[in-house]
């Protein structure tokens, strides 16, 4: 409806009128369709005044409504493909078939006969197409859409983002902190391909040389790359923020902030070292899985994201007071602490007794 802005000189209001009235409308108070039906704005409006009081008419009786149309789906949609092999159709558009075939049998009757056609049976099959119809769309959504082959991941969530790369995991066989990184050196080349563009800018190269220089290294090692990377990394102070995820990020931890503390200099190593103590906040594990990283590209962003540190994951959101099964440790790591608070609680009772 046409109220995106004031009308003006609309007669039997006053600028006030106008003003509270629209006012009413921002916050709710009152529904657009009353303004049009019940206030001199119809009169400037007059195709949105008779569109209003289609929807009024149509709110008041819409379980008395048969509709002319019915919501099914485009033929583009009914992928036929016939080859050696035989036909192929996708399952689900059966349904949606017996959906326009029940209800075309109310109009074959009618034509074919002289008799009226009793309402029973016509509702009878307008119930028909209603559920196949129920059928389909669930069908089609769990299936061809949503499936682990569907639709959405194949061309939405599957689609490549600007500053993220996926890599299959491995574990970090050094020393490290449990939120630290270390990821491939071709996907990282990539990834970062806008910060080493401004980098090799200042060092003089042109940006034709730049892109060039950035190409022939994707998949071989240089120490200018490798300075490079080191430079942004102590920029970022010791680790640059990004979120790590296993698509689709449902459960709790199964994304998480983390920090790229490395690049690997081996060009042949194409996969990305984590901590074994973040693996369960995404059930992920060594045995081929792949995770995806989307960077963090400025400290207001990361401010945000730092609710999803798994250290924010320690504690039971089900148990009071209680650790959860998302962070793990070591049963070293454990005794550890276990034989520190211990002490710590002995030595306050020795200073209480002095």
Same mark, same amino acid.
């Given at each position: 409806?046409?109220?995106?802005?004031?009308?003006?000189?609309?007669?039997? &209001?006053?600028?006030?009128?106008?003003?509270?009235?629209?006012?009413?409308?921002?916050?709710?108070?009152?529904?657009?369709?009353?303004?049009?039906?019940?206030? $001199?704005?119809?009169?400037?409006?007059?195709?949105?005044?008779?569109?209003?009081?289609?929807?009024?008419?149509?709110?008041?009786?819409?379980?008395?409504?048969?509709?002319?149309?019915?919501?099914? $789906?485009?033929?583009? %949609?009914?992928?036929?493909?016939?080859?050696?092999? %035989?036909?192929?159709?996708?399952?689900?558009?059966?349904?949606?078939?017996?959906? &326009?075939?029940?209800?075309?049998?109310? %109009?074959?009757?009618?034509?074919?006969? @002289?008799?009226?056609?009793?309402?029973?049976?016509?509702?009878?099959?307008?119930?028909?197409?209603?559920?196949?119809?129920?059928?389909?769309?669930?069908? !089609?959504? /769990?299936?061809?859409?949503?499936?682990?082959?569907?639709?959405?991941?194949?061309?939405?969530?599957?689609?490549?983002?600007?500053?993220?790369?996926?890599?299959?995991?491995?574990?970090?066989?050094?020393?490290?902190?449990?939120?630290?990184?270390?990821? #491939?050196?071709? #996907?990282?080349?990539?990834?970062?391909?806008?910060?080493? &563009?401004?980098?090799?800018?200042?060092?003089? !190269?042109? #940006?034709?040389?730049?892109?060039?220089?950035?190409?022939?290294?994707?998949?071989?090692?240089?120490?200018?790359?490798?300075?490079? !990377?080191?430079?942004?990394?102590?920029?970022?102070? %010791?680790?640059?923020?990004?979120?790590?995820? *296993?698509?689709? /990020?449902?459960?709790?931890?199964? &994304?998480?902030?983390?920090?790229?503390?490395?690049?690997?200099?081996?060009?042949?190593?194409?996969?990305?070292?984590? /901590?074994?103590?973040?693996?369960?906040?995404?059930?992920? @594990? !060594?045995?081929?899985?792949?995770?995806?990283?989307?960077?963090?590209?400025?400290?207001?962003?990361?401010?945000?994201?730092?609710?999803?540190?798994?250290?924010?994951?320690?504690?039971?959101?089900?148990?009071?007071? /209680?650790?959860?099964?998302?962070?793990?440790?070591?049963? #070293?790591?454990?005794?550890?602490?276990?034989?520190?608070?211990?002490?710590?609680?002995? *030595?306050?009772?020795?200073?209480?007794?002095?």
């Amino acid at each position: 409806m046409l109220l995106r802005k004031k009308p003006r000189n609309i007669e039997g &209001m006053t600028d006030q009128q106008i003003a509270q009235a629209f006012q009413d409308l921002r916050e709710g108070k009152v529904e657009g369709t009353w303004l049009l039906m019940n206030t $001199p704005l119809g009169d400037k409006n007059l195709e949105d005044r008779k569109l209003a009081i289609f929807i009024e008419k149509y709110i008041r009786n819409k379980e008395r409504v048969f509709t002319k149309y019915l919501p099914m $789906p485009s033929a583009l %949609g009914v992928v036929l493909e016939t080859n050696n092999s %035989g036909t192929w159709v996708d399952v689900s558009m059966a349904t949606a078939s017996d959906a &326009m075939y029940a209800v075309k049998q109310i %109009g074959i009757s009618i034509a074919n006969s @002289d008799k009226k056609i009793r309402f029973g049976v016509c509702n009878r099959r307008a119930v028909l197409c209603t559920k196949k119809m129920a059928e389909f769309g669930k069908a !089609f959504i /769990s299936g061809t859409a949503g499936s682990k082959q569907g639709e959405y991941r194949r061309h939405v969530f599957g689609g490549r983002l600007a500053f993220s790369m996926r890599a299959v995991i491995t574990s970090i066989n050094e020393t490290h902190e449990h939120d630290e990184l270390h990821i #491939p050196w071709a #996907p990282a080349v990539q990834m970062f391909k806008i910060h080493i &563009m401004s980098k090799l800018l200042r060092k003089g !190269f042109s #940006p034709k040389l730049a892109h060039k220089f950035i190409d022939d290294h994707t998949n071989n090692y240089h120490p200018l790359l490798d300075q490079i !990377f080191k430079e942004l990394i102590a920029e970022a102070g %010791g680790g640059i923020p990004c979120t790590f995820q *296993r698509p689709p /990020s449902l459960e709790k931890s199964s &994304m998480q902030r983390c920090r790229i503390t490395k690049v690997k200099t081996d060009a042949r190593i194409r996969t990305i070292s984590m /901590s074994v103590n973040i693996t369960n906040g995404p059930n992920a @594990d !060594f045995d081929g899985d792949a995770l995806h990283i989307w960077l963090i590209l400025d400290k207001d962003m990361d401010k945000r994201f730092i609710r999803l540190a798994p250290s924010r994951s320690v504690l039971s959101m089900d148990t009071p007071r /209680s650790v959860s099964n998302v962070f793990t440790q070591q049963a #070293p790591q454990t005794l550890t602490m276990a034989n520190w608070l211990r002490s710590g609680r002995n *030595r306050s009772r020795q200073r209480k007794r002095a």
